[in-house]
Structures are given as C-alpha cells and as structure tokens.
C-alpha cells in the first residue's frame, strides 16, 4: 500500500485518487516518474561530459521532485567538475537538509571541508571574475585579460573564465589564442552551445589566415609555360636583380646612399661621445679653477653653467634612450616568458622619462611580470618552507612582498613572519605578524598573528 503524498492516507496502487482527501495519486506518481527520467537524463549526460545539458536534464529534476537526493549528489558534482564549487555546495547542504542521514552529500560536504584553503580560494576567483567583468566594461581589456588569467590559474575548470578570455583574445583579434582557450573549454563541457558558437565565429578568422600564409608562399614562386609543361623558377630577390643588373649609374648611386648611411649612423655617434668626454674634461678644469682662484668665481660658474647644459642635452638624450631600449628588452622578455629577466631591465627604466604611452607600456609590462615574478617566488618559498629551508623561504617571500605585500590575500606576508620565527628571527618576525595584524586584523591569519606576538613577546621576557 502506498500513502497520499498529501494527507498520507493509505491508497492501493489500482487507486487514481485518495479516498480520504480525494488528491489525485496519477498526477504525483507522474510528477515522479518525470523527475527519475530528468534524473536517468542527466547521468548519462553527465558521463559523456555534456555538463551544461547534464545540469539542464538535473535541475529539471530536483524541480519535479525537489526531495530527489540522488539528483542533487549528481548536479553538486556536476557543478564541482564545472568550475562553479558554490553551486555544488548549496545543493549538497539542500540534500543534508532533506535526508540527514545521507552518506553521499555527508561525504561531499567533508572532503569540502577538509581542503585547507578552498574557501579563500572560490573567494578571490570570484571578485577576480567580478572585477575583470568591470574592466571588460570599462574597455580596460589588458587589465581585464590579466585578472581572468589569474583565475583560471587559481580555478582551470571555469567554463565561464575559459569562454570570457576566448571572447577577449576575440576583440584582440589574436583569433589563435582564442581557439586554444576554447578548445580546453570544451574538454570540460564539450558540447556548451556558447563554446561551440565562438569556435564557429573563431574558424572564420582562421582560414582566412591559413589562405593567406599558403598565397605568401606562392608568390615567392613564377609559373610560366612552355607550350608543354608549366615550370616553377623562385622569384628573384632585390639583391639578385642587383646582383645581375648591368647599370653602372644604379650601383654607384647606392654605394654613395649607403657611404652616407654609414657617416649618418657610425661617425656622427663617435663624434657625439667626443664631444660628451670633451664637455666633461671642461668641466672638471672649471670646478678646479674655481677651488683655486676666488677672482675669476664669476666667470667660471658661467662657464660651469654652459657645460652643465651641455651634459645635459647629451646626458639627458643617453638616458632617455637608454630606459626605452630596456623597457622594449623587457617587453620582449616578458612575452618570452623571462620574467626575472624582465624584471631586471625594468628596475633600469626611469619613469620620468617617459612619455604617455611609455608610462603606459611600463604599467601594462609591469603589472605582468610583477604577477608573474610574485607567483614563481611564492611557490619556491613554499617549497623552501615544507623542507625547511627558511633563508630560502625568506629570501622568496621577500620578494613577494616587496612587490606586493597583499598577494594572496595576505598569505605571502603571514609565511614571511613564519619563516623568519622558524629561522629564529623573532625582531623579524615579530615585525611581519604586526602587518598582518594591521592589514587582516578579522581573518584567521590576523587573529594567529595576533597570537604569535603574544607568545614571541613572553618568551622573550622569560
């Protein structure tokens, strides 16, 4: 005997409606066979790694039937594997509050709780999404692509992180990156409908590019017949027509182009450096004649003045040229991924030098390598920590924190006073657990701080 899913009466099987209440028995019995369907529905798309229909055929199922606890198991698991952890927790918490004595939402929810740090995480790859979002808005589009890059390091199953960076490789028109972007997209979710329009805007642009490479490298070649067979000859370069042309006036025309050339780039050069130690030796006599004689003070600081000026326009154009070349050898490293190499030449950049779009080009070539130099130092002080290596650790966290004292919410700042309190610099670390303290005084690692110091500070006195 079944019971009415309303009054609870008990109701035979051969029973359209509850005899006691007179609520119609087909009508629920239908409700639930459609919720076990959705439910079928979404494990199979589920193991074909269709997640957004998975997550379609599950939601409608726990809609039907809103105490199917298997099919939340499943749709809090299908949100885990699709990069959205706060999804799957509320419908494991939404399962526990439905069946407390379930062992599958019990265990989801434990070895949630037992990853150190899970919490933090989901929190910064959120605000890092919600804050590339307002830079997309804002037209910001290099910011924002360095922010969304940062959470598919912290989160590489975001679906959602995947497709936003595709669409901004997309507005660069750097059509190649987007399709790699879209391609790991669709290894978690490989039939999301958003994935597979941007693939199909992507392929667009790409054979065009492809049609244009293989026209390239046909017109390096001459086609001509013979009156039999077609015959291929490479096409002459402009020196092989130099090489073979009999115009003596041409040749001798370039040979004075070039002598010019040579005296514009070699000579002038040499010069300007004669000239620069000229100015210098001048000045070093003024400065010694004037030690030597008061008399002549007046006429020699007009001439101190003059060469001054002098070293100046000279000086002056050496360091300006001299900051450019190392911010463009930066640049050139950063994209080679040479980051502390980067980060030298950058140090040997003087901002005031300048103009708009160089400060710009520095901001942009900074924020990058900064990221990038504070993520591999975080990890090697990480690792010099879980095998004791402290003055490794310190010297790694050190530099994380010159260059941002706030990376990972803190942490980077916390391991330094740890570090430091293992090497057995308390002044040190007594120093880093007062920033921490000052900067995070509500979160955990504020309130350890908090503790530390206490205990630092009684041993010392004891």
């Known amino acids: 005997m079944e019971k009415c899913f309303y009054c609870k009466s008990p109701v035979s099987e051969e029973q359209d409606r509850c ?45 039907f039937n809103k105490r199917n606890i298997k099919a939340r198991n499943l749709l809090g698991l299908v949100y885990m594997e699709y990069g959205e952890p706060v999804l799957a927790l509320r419908e494991w918490v939404i399962a526990k509050n439905f069946a407390p004595d379930d062992e ?25 999404f ?63 409908p958003l994935t597979a329009r941007y693939i199909k805007e992507v392929k667009k642009h790409l054979v065009p590019e492809k049609k244009h490479r293989e026209k390239k490298v046909r017109r ?21 027509a130099l090489d073979n042309s009999k115009s003596g006036l041409f040749n001798i025309l370039l040979g004075i182009a070039i002598g010019v050339l040579c005296f514009i780039f070699v000579v002038t050069p040499t010069i300007r450096i004669r000239e620069n130690e000229k100015a210098r030796t001048a000045l070093i006599t003024a400065n010694n004649k004037a030690a030597s004689s008061k008399s002549d003070a007046a006429t020699l600081k007009k001439q101190v003045d003059e060469l001054k000026s002098q070293l100046d326009r000279y000086e002056g154009q050496s360091d300006v040229k001299g900051s450019y070349e190392s911010l463009l050898e930066s640049y050139s490293k950063s994209q080679d991924e040479d980051y502390d190499s980067a980060s030298n030449d950058l140090s040997d950049v003087n ?47 050190s530099q994380v924190v010159k260059l941002d004292d706030s990376y990972e919410n803190g ?52």
């Open 104 to 128: 599958l939402s019990d265990r989801y929810l434990n070895s949630v709780s037992q990853d150190v740090g899970l919490f933090d995480r989901i929190d910064t790859a959120t605000r890092r």
């Open 130 to 192: 919600n804050t590339a979002l307002k830079y997309c808005q804002s037209g910001s589009t290099d910011l924002a692509l360095i922010e969304i890059k940062r959470v598919i390091h912290d989160n590489p199953g975001m679906v959602k992180a995947r497709q936003l960076t595709a669409l901004l490789y997309i507005n660069d028109k750097q059509y190649s990156k987007a399709y790699n972007e879209l391609k790991e997209a669709e290894k978690v979710d490989w039939n999301n």
């Open 411 to 462: 942490d980077a700042l916390y391991r330094l006073a740890e570090a430091y309190e293992d090497n057995g610099d308390k002044d040190n670390a007594i120093k880093y657990y007062n920033k921490v303290v000052d900067k995070y005084a509500d979160s955990y690692k504020g309130r350890s701080s908090a503790r530390k110091i206490q205990t630092l500070q009684s041993s010392e006195g004891e």
């Open 19 to 63: 005899p006691s209440c007179g609520a119609s028995q087909k009508a629920y019995r239908m409700i639930m066979d459609s919720s076990e369907m959705a439910y079928n529905e979404g494990l199979e798309r589920a193991c074909e790694h269709d997640l957004s229909r998975a997550i379609e055929s599950l939601s409608r199922a726990v809609r």
């Open 220 to 240: 390096q070649t001459i086609e001509y017949n013979d009156g039999h067979d077609v015959v291929m000859i490479p096409r002459q370069t402009f020196i092989e």
């Open 351 to 397: 901002q005031d030098l300048l103009d708009k779009n160089g400060k710009a080009l520095y901001k942009t070539v900074s924020d990058t390598v900064d990221q990038k130099v504070c993520e591999k130092k975080y990890t090697e002080g990480r690792q010099a920590l879980a095998r004791h290596d402290y003055k490794a650790a310190i010297e790694a966290f």
